[in-house]
Each structure stands twice: as C-alpha cells, then as structure tokens.
C-alpha cells in the first residue's frame, strides 16, 4: 500500500474530524461490523511508526460466541469477591500515589460518568456494575484483545500506544466508535486460558469496537482537555 504523496485539505478535515470527535464509547447498538472493516482498519492501524520496523502489536478479534464465553469468564471471577481478589494486573498503568493535577482529572470523571448515569457518591455497587459492563464490551459486537511479547521493552510499549490510536481514529473515520479497556489487563489469567495464548504473550489491554447507541446517556461523556499553553512549550 503506497502512501498519498500530497494530503489534501479535504483529506486534512477528515482526519481532524476523527481525531477530534474521538471518545470512549460505553454503550453500544448490536449492528454487526463486517469483518472486512475490521481487517481493514486493523490493515490501516499497522502503519504505526515502531523501533525498526519491530511492529510489536498482536491482536485478538472476538466476536459472536468466542466474545461471550470470555464475557462470562471474567465476570464470573469478578462477581466473587474472593476470586476477583486473586486476580492482578502484570504492569503499573497507573502511578502508585494520586498527585495533581492527575488526581483532579481522574476524579472529575468519575463523577461526571456516574452524574450521567445516576449513580451517586458512595454507591460502590452501582460503580462496580458499571465496571463490570467492561467485560461484556459494553455489548459492542467486536472485542479487542491486545498483546505484547514479553520479551519487548518499553520503547515498544510507547509503539503499541501509536498502533492502538490508528486502530481509533480509523474506526472514527468509518463511524465506528471505541473504547480502549485497560481493565481487562488485571484479568489476563482468565484471557490467556480462554484465548489459548502463548506464555510469550502479555495482555497489553482490550478495546471495543462498534456503533455507539445514540441514546444512551453514558454516551453524552465528552472529557475535557487544557490548553495547549498549559502542556506545551516553545522554545525559539
């Protein structure tokens, strides 16, 4: 596949208008996604930049069946509470103490999802189905699972994060919608068995992928973001 050698301006709002209009979906319809589409933006998504061309992405395609029998797999685990206690992620995704402005962001969130839902301050059992909604995918007809081969460092981490933003604004591109899913990360035990991985293999995260229900009230969720002149610094 040869790249375009001029981008139009045309072509430039497209892309702008992907990235932009980019969210976590947690709600979805059950319209099918053809597997041709799938291929295809995971065809797109390949052209990620990586450390000399090592292209360290795996990616596991769920649907129909295999989907549900991972589905009830973890929730099974994460309905115990016992169980679900055995069960923990293989890296640090985030920092071990909370500090600002992290701590704010991460908080503002939280109850701006749960003020749309209904789910008041304290009422961890509302917020734990909600989490758990993750397993099911958020009832979006395509699972993702992503993996890594162990033996690949950080630096293919940071790749891995280009390919999974490509697999995104592609999907926006076609008027699919996602939701990158950390949370199945904890649970790779459970992903492993049921995916048949190799002990090579490590459960980077898993992502949803489909037609977001436009009446769902979760799906009104637009986070915020500071100004460039808050983040950036120009040196000249």
């Not at 980019?22 to 990586?50: D, G, N, Y």
């Not at 460092?153 to 940071?158: D, F, I």
């Amino acid at each position: 596949m040869k790249p375009p050698d001029v981008v139009s301006a045309g072509t430039t709002a497209a892309v702008d208008a992907a990235i932009a209009s980019r969210r976590s979906i947690r709600a979805f319809l059950p319209t099918p996604v053809p597997r041709a589409t799938v291929e295809r933006i995971l065809e797109l998504a390949s052209r990620a930049p990586s450390g000399t061309n090592t292209q360290p992405w795996k990616v596991h395609v769920l649907g129909g069946a295999a989907k549900e029998r991972l589905t009830q797999a973890i929730r099974s685990a994460y309905d115990d509470p016992f169980e679900r206690a055995q069960h923990g992620e293989e890296y640090p995704y985030y920092p071990e103490e909370w500090v600002s402005p992290y701590l704010e962001r991460r908080r503002r969130l939280g109850w701006d999802m749960y003020g749309l839902l209904g789910i008041g301050k304290g009422d961890r059992q509302r917020m734990q189905e909600q989490h758990a909604r993750n397993y099911a995918f958020f009832d979006a007809p395509v699972g993702l699972i992503f993996t890594i081969d162990r033996i690949m460092r950080q630096g293919s981490w940071l790749d891995y994060g280009t390919f999974l933003q490509n697999i995104m604004i592609a999907a926006r591109g076609r008027g699919l919608d996602t939701c990158p899913q950390q949370a199945f990360a904890p649970f790779h035990r459970i992903v492993e068995r049921e995916l048949g991985l190799a002990r090579t293999e490590m459960v980077v995260c898993g992502m949803a992928l489909g037609h977001a229900d436009p009446d769902a009230p979760v799906n009104r969720l637009v986070t915020e973001r500071v100004a460039v002149a808050e983040f950036a610094r120009f040196h000249e």
